[in-house]
């Protein structure tokens, strides 16, 4: 996983064209919310457009390179009911995680999603099954239907509570803020739960029996991701409630969604004003807002830059600025990489990767010299063969570390078009590319604590 991590809207990604995506897919990891797969497979509705599928094949492209699939914002809201808050700093969460434990005792992350990466795969070849064309056709129906915001205002009132159409952007924010931190409206936050992200009854049940126990506390305390979601929905419905500040629009369930994955991400881009004009109250001070054409043209400059080098002037750049842009103070991709990041992490890789190493927690005569990539390669196939934990370890995990991570090695494993990679990695040959299994990507990382016992010997 590198680069930045960016969340970017439908309005979005279906305005850059495939250039702009390869500048994209060196400088950030898109992450990539169900919503908006979701979106790019409801277009198969526009059965009278005799392109569609082509077009679908195009979007699909745009968010299948360097990305991965976030968790769903469903799963994760119940969690945060029921105690099992995940972090809100900006981090990525992925959909598919398994913990295995290799023959050597090492604990490792291994994130894939398989499954769903094959979607994707088939549906930019523009193959699509009868099954999803009918949930496109359902998907559609029900997240175009208007939001209620009367649902919310009858729950204020009948919390006791009075309530005021919101006279401009501060206003509603300030409101917002008022109903969540006051006690009274608390109880009636279940019910908009239930009704509005369809909080199953028996998760419903426990997570009131917890609030209950733990002395009715504020809801921000309780259950914080739980809170950041029904803040957006709060802002969304309430805004709505004056014609003259927000109009209605078919696209607000959807647009509304994005918002449930902006905790985890470091930049959110987006062409949508109600989103601009929202956005002040949910995202952090160390999280960015872009428009998405300010992205999109400064994605073109980068691309048109990139393609005008030598393949050697390529490499060059990369060894000299590993993962940042281009220094260019004018350039917005430069500027969010200086915000979020602002250190040169240059690729040394080339540089040690067959340089010879021992372990030195061995006795002498045991100490057999080996490369970097030769331990890599053990690790990588110790990883394939590694046992997966059951539910019953993975409890004992977490007990035994508190919820923190017990792992020493996160693997991400995904299939990438070797045309990809190509472009990601210029160095690489044909040769190299004509390899079994060439567009598996594995990418290994390791905490201190694997290799605090190696020295190299030239």
């Known amino acids: 996983m590198r680069g930045l991590r960016i969340v970017l809207d439908k309005s ?56 991965g699939l976030t968790l769903n914002f469903r799963t994760r809201l119940a969690d945060s009911l029921l105690g099992y808050e995940l972090p809100m700093d900006g981090r990525f969460l992925a959909s598919g995680e398994t913990i295995v434990r290799t023959k050597s005792g090492s604990l490792v992350t291994v994130v894939e999603t398989p499954l769903e990466d094959e979607i994707l795969a088939r549906w930019e070849r523009g193959e699509f099954t009868s099954e999803e064309e009918t949930w496109a056709a359902s998907f559609r129906r029900l997240k175009e239907r208007p939001l209620n915001f009367k649902l919310y205002v009858d729950q204020i009132t009948n919390a006791g509570l009075s309530f005021s159409p919101p006279r401009n952007d501060n206003n509603l924010i ?11 409206l608390l109880p009636n936050l279940f019910f908009i739960l239930a009704r509005e992200f369809g909080i199953p009854p028996d998760t419903l049940t426990r997570a009131m029996l917890r609030w209950s126990n733990e002395d009715r506390k504020g809801f921000s305390e309780f259950a914080p991701y739980a809170y950041f979601c029904m803040k957006a929905n709060f802002l969304w419905h309430l805004g709505l409630t004056n014609p003259g500040l927000f109009q209605p629009d078919k696209n607000d369930r959807k647009d509304l969604e994005y918002c449930y994955y902006l905790p985890n991400t470091q930049v959110f881009a987006s062409k949508d004003r109600k989103h601009h004009r929202l956005m002040p109250a949910l995202l952090r001070s160390d999280q960015t807002l872009v428009g ?16 005008r080098l030598t393949t050697q002037q390529k490499l060059a750049l990369n060894a000299r600025r590993g993962d940042a842009p281009p220094e260019a103070q004018s350039s917005l991709v430069f500027q969010l990489w200086r915000k979020h990041d602002g250190q040169l992490n240059p690729s040394r890789h080339l540089e040690i990767i067959d340089r010879r190493l021992v372990d030195s927690s061995l006795p002498k005569e045991e100490q057999a010299p080996f490369t970097l990539r030769e331990f890599l390669q053990t690790r990588a196939k110790e990883i394939k063969e590694g046992v997966r934990l059951s539910e019953v370890e993975l409890d004992k995990l977490n007990e035994l570390h508190k919820g923190q991570d017990p792992t020493t090695i996160r ?12 472009k990601w990695h ?33």
């Open 174 to 184: 300030e409101i917002v803020d008022e109903l969540l931190a006051n006690r009274k």
């Open 426 to 458: 210029p160095q690489l040959t044909e040769a190299d590319l004509a390899q079994e299994n060439a567009d598996e990507l594995s990418q290994v990382y390791l905490d201190p604590i694997e290799y605090r016992t190696f020295m190299f010997i030239d």
């Open 411 to 422: 693997m991400f494993r995904s299939k990438v078009s070797r045309e990809r990679l190509k």
């Open 12 to 67: 979005v990604v279906y305005g850059l064209n495939n250039f702009e995506v390869d500048s994209l897919d060196r400088y950030f990891f898109q992450i990539v919310p169900h919503i908006l797969v979701d979106e790019i497979l409801a277009d198969l509705t526009k059965v009278a457009d005799p392109r569609i599928t082509t077009r679908i094949a195009a979007n699909t492209y745009r968010v299948s390179g360097n990305h």
């Open 292 to 307: 998405g054409d300010e992205l999109k043209n400064d994605l073109r400059k980068i691309s048109e830059d990139w393609d």
